[in-house]
Structure formats: C-alpha cells, structure tokens
C-alpha cells in the first residue's frame, strides 16, 4: 500500500517556530499597515465617487475597476519588478505593502460607497440645517455610521487582503509563507509546512476577523457622538 | 538577452491566456458541483453535515488559496502520484471555488422565506421536489449576479498556479519579463490582459444584480 508508506514528521516542521513565528508577526505588521493606510484610500476614494468633482468620480472609478479587476499577484509584480525602470526601487516589504494598500483601498472604496449611499436623507438635511460644513457633515455624520453599515464586508475584505499576502513571500518579503518556503528548502518537508503554515493562517484569520469586530463600533463608529470640535 | 516587440509580447500573452480561460472554467464548473453538493448536504443532512460543511467553507475561506495550491501539489506527491499542475491547479482551485459558491448560495436560499418551505411541505412535495420546485427557482434568480461575479475571482485565482508551475498568462508573462528584462511593459500588458477578461464579467455581474433590483 503506497498510503502506507507515507510518514508524515511535524516535529521537524514545529522546530523552526522561531522562523513560523516571525514570518507571522511580519504578515500581520504588513496587514496592519495596509488596513490603516487601504482603509483611509478606501474612504477617500468612495468620498471621491459620491461628491468629488466629475475628473476625481472618474479617476476613482479608474483605479477602483483596474484594481479589482487584476490579480494582486500581478499588481504585486508590477510594482516590486516594473517600477525599478521608473526608478522607483522599493524594498518588497515596501513593495507588499503598497500593493496591499492599493489592493484594499479599491475594495474598500466600493464597500464604503455603498455604505454612504445608504445614508437616510433626513440625516445629511439636518446636519445641513446645524450649519455644519460639508467636511463635517461627512466626517461626523455620513462616515461613522456609514462604516458601521458595512463593517462585517471591510472585516471580511481585510482578511481576503491578509490571505492574500502569502504571495508577498514571492518577491522575498519574509511574511509567513516565506518562512514555509525556506523550511520546505531546509527540509524538504513540503506537505508538513505548508499544512502547519494554513493552519497558523486559519487562526489568524479566525482572530484578525474577531479583534476587528470588537474593535470596530469601540473605535470607529461607537454609539457615544464624536468628541471635539 | 532577447528582443521582443510589443506585439510579439502580447501574441505571445494572448496565447497564453487560452490557459488561464481554461483553467478558470474547470475550476469553475467543478466548484459549481462540488458546491452543489455541499448547500445540498447543508439543507439535506442533519447537524452533522451542516457543522461540516460550515468547517469546510471556514478552512477554505481562512486559508491563502496559494497555501491550497502548495497542499494540492505536495499533498498528491505523498501518494506517489505524479503529480501535473493542471492536476493540482485544477483540483485546488475546484476545492476553493467550492467553499465560495457553497457559501454564496446557501445565501441565496436563506433568502427565500421559510414560508415557502412550509408551503411546499403542506403540499406534501419531497426534498428533492421542494428544491427543484419551490425553493431552486426562486433561489437562482438571486445568486445569477454574486455567481457571476465570483467568477472574477476565479480567473484572478488562476494567477497563482503560476507558482507551482503551470504556465499560464502570469507565468507566461515572468518568463518573458526574464527573456527580455522588460518588466514594466511585460506586466503591464498581463495586466491588461486580466483586465480585458475580467471586466466584461464584472460589469455584466453588475448589470444583472441592477436589474434583478429593479425586478424586485
């Protein structure tokens, strides 16, 4: 029986934790950066859909169907291996997190849309009517409650974005799946790896989905009104 | 170091694309029944079935897909088999499509209202007849755009066969980048290849959830 013959040997995987450990640590320092800085592209751009100027409704549109509609692999390439004949020369963690950023801003600029698309009218007629200025109407009263709409499909998209990343390893950003990589090379205990490498990802996606969720209405969009100015 | 002409790069793209279509479409059709099969199991078994199906769709949805992609390979190379990428790229990118579409259509049918069950149990109809009957009719109008829609996402899924090998446009597109050090023209131009095949799809996608809106 060949299924017989097959042994697999874990341990010889778990040993190199260290390595497992920091390729983890750098998939979710790459997935907290890009969130931050895709998040806030993302809000930018939906804004620049639903009240820019006709050119900027256009340029967003643009970036948003030319992103969504391309792999992030070739994006990733595109920006680690074509810009260098631009001169811009970027390390590939610089590079994984641009392509990240790019890579969620575009998703999360339509997810964002659609959330202030679903603003009541009543809403943007009062907040009018208290004089406040249109960066305030969208910054106190469209946005908060816009981004608690659609919270769950941006949480969802963030960890699509995090998945994603094991194709950073790729272009040699030391992430998660890098460190797979160099244990497979190492070892040659290929099935193993790469087994103990999804099931890391799994709890990572699993808690990122989580801390996201309890993070979200405390930070973002909670009930208690906006403090300030 | 060799010459390449734009268009010699994009004939040869283009060529290569035929690849990643074809690819796409049997990862497609075989998720479609594999997930099939699974929202089946889900309405059909009991607990049980459920809570597996459910684990199924979460290892798939939590997993990078390129981590399937290195499982399929390396996973049939412990039985010995000889293992070919259209075999792996196929067989995972079938698995991963699975798990979305599972997910995507048992959506659709939670939207039908339980009234509609009921109905067609008080009419004393098999599971079989309730499904092909009442509920699948109604079901499908709904999940025509999201399905759609993810076959954007499968076509992009695609790319990452490249990596274990299977030559199609993205890996097609680095093996010319290494002949002719042309990277940013080379990538460009996959890009745009992608672009030409997903768009059209994205863009009826959105056409049909327009109308099915409009419909409602």
């Known amino acids: 029986m060949a299924a017989a013959m097959i042994q697999l040997d874990f341990a010889a995987v778990l040993v190199d934790w260290p390595l497992l450990l920091r390729g983890a640590a750098l998939t979710l320092a790459l997935t907290a950066v890009a969130t931050v800085l895709g998040g806030a592209l993302g809000i930018a751009c939906a804004r620049a859909r639903t009240h820019g100027p006709t050119p900027a409704r256009v340029l967003a549109a643009a970036y948003v169907e030319l992103i969504r509609n391309t792999p992030f692999i070739v994006q990733l390439f595109f920006i680690f291996f074509g810009l260098p004949s631009l001169g811009v020369r970027l390390s590939s963690e610089a590079a994984s997190v641009i392509a990240m950023t790019l890579n969620l801003g575009a998703y999360a600029a339509e997810i964002v849309r659609a959330g202030i698309e679903a603003t009541p009218l009543g809403q943007l007629e009062a907040a009018r009517s208290l004089a406040l200025t249109e960066r305030q109407v969208f910054l106190r009263v469209v946005l908060p409650p816009s981004l608690g709409r659609v919270w769950p499909a941006l949480v969802s998209q963030v960890v699509i974005v995090m998945l994603g990343s094991a194709v950073c390893g790729q272009i040699a950003a030391q992430e998660l799946s890098y460190s797979t990589n160099l244990i497979m090379s190492r070892n040659f205990r290929s099935f193993e790896a790469n087994f103990v490498a999804a099931g890391l990802y799994l709890a990572m996606a699993v808690a990122l989905r989580q801390a996201l969720a309890w993070a979200g209405p405390r930070w973002l969009f909670g009930r208690s009104a906006p403090r300030g100015s | ?205 959105r056409r049909l959830e327009t109308r099915m809106r409009r419909d409602r």
Not at chain 2, 16 to 45: H, Q
Not at chain 2, 61 to 73: D, K, R, V
Not at chain 2, 164 to 193: D, H, Q, S
């Open chain 2, 1 to 205: 170091m060799v010459e390449f002409s734009l268009w010699q790069i994009l004939g040869n793209l283009l060529l290569a694309a035929r690849w990643t279509v074809a690819l796409s479409l049997i990862a497609f059709a075989g998720g479609g029944v594999v997930g099939l099969a699974l929202v089946t199991a889900r309405l059909r078994g009991g607990r049980g079935a459920s809570l597996a199906v459910a684990a199924y769709v979460q290892v798939f949805q939590g997993t990078p897909l390129l981590i399937q992609l290195f499982l399929a390979y390396f996973g049939l190379g412990l039985f010995g088999i000889d293992v070919s990428p259209w075999i792996a790229a196929g067989g995972a990118l079938t698995l991963y499509a699975s798990a979305y579409l599972a997910e995507i259509w048992r959506g659709c049918v939670d939207a039908i209202p339980r009234g509609q069950w009921e109905a067609a149990d008080s009419l004393a109809l098999s599971f079989g007849e309730k499904l092909r009957h009442v509920v699948a009719p109604q079901a499908l109008r709904i999940a025509v755009a999201p399905t759609v829609g993810f076959l954007v996402q499968v076509i992009k899924g695609t790319a990452l066969a490249s990596i274990i090998g299977f030559v199609e446009l993205t890996k097609t597109g680095t093996m010319i980048t290494n002949a002719t050090f042309r990277p940013f023209t080379v990538y460009a131009c996959v890009a745009l290849m992608y672009f030409a095949l997903c768009w059209p799809v994205s863009a009826c996608s």
